[in-house]
């Protein structure tokens, strides 16, 4: 697989799942939708760019199981799948709408009995940086099982 590896927290929160339907929201360059698709993994992998969609699917095409992976170029505040999935996942997602709006919208896609995955960084008051924009202190990752 070319590219970039996929985040190390995929690995770790998914071993125990059996692969099904999965959704990588702002999957940017693709590095987790293909590894997960590689793991037998059916994945529609979203994201607002086409160019980072087109780049994706150029890495998929050289060995990332792309029979496994629908390109999907989309604004996850407003669009919807029309289906659920088994895995919904986002990596460092910044969406238009306030993180925890988005985190509610997404967890709707999971279908019952299937996986939330957030991985994101915490922010906290008073941790700025250069310019005074907030540094993040460390990586936080959410998992979550949505209840048959």
Not at 10 to 20: C, H, V, Y
Not at 72 to 94: I, K, R
Request: with cysteine; proline share 7%.
């Amino acid at each position: 697989m070319g590219g970039n590896p996929p985040n190390p927290y995929l690995a770790r929160e998914t071993s125990g799942l059996t692969p099904g339907a999965a959704l990588d929201g702002g999957c940017g360059g693709g590095a987790e939708a293909i590894w997960l698709a590689s793991q037998g993994w059916h994945v529609t992998a979203a994201d607002i760019s086409s160019e980072a969609l087109a780049r994706a699917a150029e890495r998929a095409a050289t060995g990332g199981a792309p029979e496994r992976l629908q390109w999907v170029e989309a604004n996850l505040s407003v669009w919807s799948p029309g289906a659920q999935f088994d895995l919904v996942m986002t990596h460092y997602a910044h969406p238009a709408m306030s993180q925890l709006e988005f985190y509610d919208r997404i967890a709707g896609w999971v279908a019952p009995g299937g996986t939330l995955l957030i991985v994101g960084h915490l922010h906290t008051p008073g941790s700025t940086g250069h310019g005074g924009r907030a540094v993040p202190l460390h990586d936080v990752v959410v998992r979550a099982t949505r209840r048959r």
